[in-house]
């Protein structure tokens, strides 16, 4: 009987740290859902760009505007009958 009690306490023991410290144990599953929760929300965030970016194409492809808008700001372009005034402000001292 004694011996019984013995190997089920080893057992127990074993079982004990291979649910605390061993292999897939309750820490490294935790971890692993917080590195999950962190990858979906860097996903989020990349989806959210890209849609942005695709209407952004879009716009590019179907209109005159966004690029005329693109041309101005990006590239200091004007058109023919314009005239460019740069208003440059004193720093108040």
Excluded: C
Aim: charged share 30%; glycine share 4%; aromatic share 4%.
């Amino acid at each position: 009987m004694r011996i019984l009690l013995v190997v089920l306490t080893l057992l127990l023991v074993a079982l004990q740290y291979r649910l605390w410290a061993g292999e897939n144990s309750l820490r490294e599953v935790v971890r692993l859902r917080e590195q999950i929760q962190r990858q979906l929300e860097g996903n989020s965030a990349l989806v959210e760009r890209n849609q942005v970016l695709m209407q952004e194409i879009k716009d590019l492809r179907d209109g005159l505007d966004a690029v005329e808008e693109r041309a101005r700001h990006e590239l200091g372009m004007v058109r023919e009958d314009e005239q460019f005034y740069r208003v440059i402000r004193r720093p108040q001292s």
